[in-house]
């Protein structure tokens, strides 16, 4: 029979801490909505102690999903731990994730402390835990980089102190597969108790082999895997879920274990991660990017139309491709847009549904087939979006080859109407110089792209844009079928979000486990 394989996502926790990527509470009740229907066992959803607003999304979360259990993390202290708790206690499923440095280089240069007392303060954080909940998970951080009898030591303490999974994580992605697996065997071998608890793995891509250091690892025993969908997380992302999956349920022969996804999510998962996030997925991303189906030698083309198995290991079906051709259009009315909502994932209030009804009419009107994309776009600007404060009213642009380029924009701010005109070296510079000049911002532009939302010539622009102001970071994103206003709303977005990580300051930063 084959054996369980636990998915752990933490797009919500370390996949927020990509640069850029933080979410509002709306956005990660969305995204968590999402990772419900996919089947993800485990949610880890934020790390209350950093912030007010993780804090207040955790909450939120835990409150809503009702099949998975929801996790949040804390580090090795009484006052993270009871953090976390008062955020999770909510949940149908709470699991407490506390977590301390193992490796000598950790210890001695970022918590000063010896071997001892981090076992010490390891037991009493997990017996803390204890008083809450059973479902308590140990981490030990840089474990793949810490001395391996010590590690089993501390696993042994913190499995007896009432850790039910402990996980390894390579938290820098140092590791290389076959050396992982082998330090997993060891790990099971000579951790006395580590039959009462479920093993479990953190990779990071650092060296691109996240992926490939997880499935080593389930292979030698691990049963739980942390993963995040398109490989987001801190500097180089995490073992990516749908990578791990998809092997898992492609290659049977090698891995006889199964999961609990339902792989049919993994295309619309992953582009509302990318939308939310501003995150985009390179083309050439395994499973989810936008050439991993695509053909292009004619040889390659010729086989598949003769038999896709010549050159396909995967349906793209099986990930949610090509299955999304429910359309609606200008004709299409009320019930059927909230019964399209409604399997998408979404359930709106009356009012909401009137707010989001005249919005797709007024792209219906511009555009002939509005599809899931278009409608999460949708979903996003008018409901998601915690209160604005900068909304745009108008954008006139002149731009061609004989004229100076120059924008006119009307703004509210914070319910005042302003307006002014400028110019720049293109019409998206002269808007974005515009609006900076209103708006009284100085952020820098540190990236800008642009893709199309769906195929097409019909197709929204998909600007997303990341801005940096006094060391804070944003990811702005908009949509439209005329890029240069997509471009605008991607801009007010992001200054938007620059306002929202202004008002919720960080306490700790959630990318340093430190003491
Ligand atoms: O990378 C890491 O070590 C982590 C831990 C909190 C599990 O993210
Ligand atoms: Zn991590």
């Known amino acids: 029979m084959s054996e369980r394989i636990y998915i752990f996502d933490t797009t919500l926790r370390d996949g927020e801490q990509s640069p850029g990527a933080s979410m509002n509470t709306a956005e990660k009740l969305r995204v968590a909505t999402q990772l419900e229907k996919l089947g993800v066992d485990i949610l880890e959803v934020g790390f209350p102690a950093t912030s007010e607003g993780d804090f207040e999304a955790?909450?939120?979360?835990?409150?809503?999903?009702?099949?998975?259990?929801?996790?949040?993390?804390?580090?090795?202290?009484?006052?993270?731990?009871?953090?976390?708790?008062?955020?999770?206690?909510?949940?149908?499923?709470?699991?407490?994730?506390?977590v301390i440095a193992t490796s000598d280089l950790h210890l001695k240069y970022k918590l000063n402390m010896t071997r001892e007392e981090v076992i010490q303060r390891s037991v009493e954080a997990v017996k803390h835990a204890k008083k809450f909940t059973d479902n308590i998970e140990f981490s030990a951080e840089d474990g793949s980089r810490s001395d391996r009898d010590y590690l089993c030591k501390v696993f042994e303490a913190a499995i007896e102190a009432g850790a039910s999974t402990i996980n390894l994580p390579d938290t820098v992605g140092y590791a290389v597969p076959e050396e992982f697996a082998e330090l997993i065997k060891y790990v099971r071998v000579h951790t006395p108790n580590i039959h009462k608890a479920i093993f479990s793995v953190h990779c990071h891509?650092?060296?691109?082999?996240?992926?490939?250091?997880?499935?080593?690892?389930?292979?030698?025993?691990?049963?739980?895997?942390?993963?995040t969908i398109n490989g987001i997380g801190e500097r180089a992302g995490n073992a990516s879920m749908e990578e791990v999956v998809m092997a898992i349920n492609t290659r049977p022969n090698y891995f006889p274990m199964t999961t609990g996804i339902k792989t049919e999510y993994f295309y619309p998962t992953s582009r509302l991660v990318s939308m939310i996030t501003g995150i985009q997925v390179q083309p050439n991303k395994a499973i989810v990017g936008a050439n991993a189906f695509a053909h292009e030698s004619g040889i390659h083309q010729d086989g598949v139309l003769k038999n896709p198995m010549t050159y396909e290991i995967m349906k793209p079906e099986t990930i949610g491709l090509n299955t999304n051709k429910m359309v609606l259009g200008k004709h299409s009315g009320r019930h059927a847009l909230r019964a399209h909502l409604n399997d998408m994932g979404y359930v709106l209030s009356a009012e909401e549904?009137?707010?989001?009804?005249?919005?797709?009419?007024?792209?219906?009107?511009?555009?002939?087939?509005?599809?899931?994309?278009?409608?999460?776009?949708?979903?996003?600007?008018?409901?998601?979006?915690?209160?604005?404060?900068?909304?745009?009213?108008?954008?006139?642009?002149?731009?061609?080859?004989?004229?100076?380029?120059?924008?006119?924009?009307?703004?509210?701010?914070?319910?005042?109407?302003?307006?002014?005109?400028?110019?720049?070296?293109?019409?998206?510079?002269?808007?974005?110089?515009t609006i900076s000049r209103l708006t009284g911002t100085t952020s820098e532009l540190m990236r800008f792209s642009v893709s199309s939302?769906?195929?097409?010539?019909?197709?929204?622009?998909?600007?997303?844009?990341?801005?940096?102001?006094?060391?804070?970071?944003?990811?702005g994103r908009g949509a439209d079928p005329d890029i240069i206003t997509a471009s605008t709303k991607a801009y007010i977005n992001g200054l938007n979000r620059l306002e929202y990580l202004k008002a919720h300051p960080l306490k700790i930063s959630e990318s340093a486990i430190e003491e």
Not at 60 to 66: D, F, L, N, Q, V
Not at 388 to 410: C, H, Q, R, W
């Open 353 to 433: 549904l009137d707010k989001l009804f005249i919005k797709f009419k007024e792209l219906a009107d511009r555009k002939k087939h509005v599809l899931d994309e278009d409608l999460e776009v949708l979903v996003a600007e008018g409901l998601l979006q915690t209160k604005d404060v900068f909304s745009l009213e108008y954008l006139n642009v002149i731009a061609g080859t004989t004229v100076l380029p120059m924008a006119s924009v009307k703004l509210i701010i914070n319910e005042r109407s302003v307006q002014g005109a400028g110019y720049g070296n293109g019409p998206i510079d002269a808007a974005f110089n």
């Open 58 to 98: 955790v909450s939120a979360i835990s409150g809503k999903i009702r099949n998975a259990q929801i996790a949040a993390l804390a580090r090795a202290n009484i006052p993270d731990i009871d953090r976390a708790w008062e955020a999770i206690k909510d949940a149908a499923y709470p699991r407490i994730h506390t």
């Open 205 to 227: 891509n650092d060296l691109g082999l996240a992926t490939a250091n997880t499935l080593a690892a389930i292979v030698a025993g691990a049963r739980q895997a942390e993963v």
């Open 453 to 475: 939302l769906s195929g097409g010539t019909d197709s929204q622009g998909e600007v997303t844009v990341r801005l940096k102001e006094n060391g804070l970071e944003a990811m």
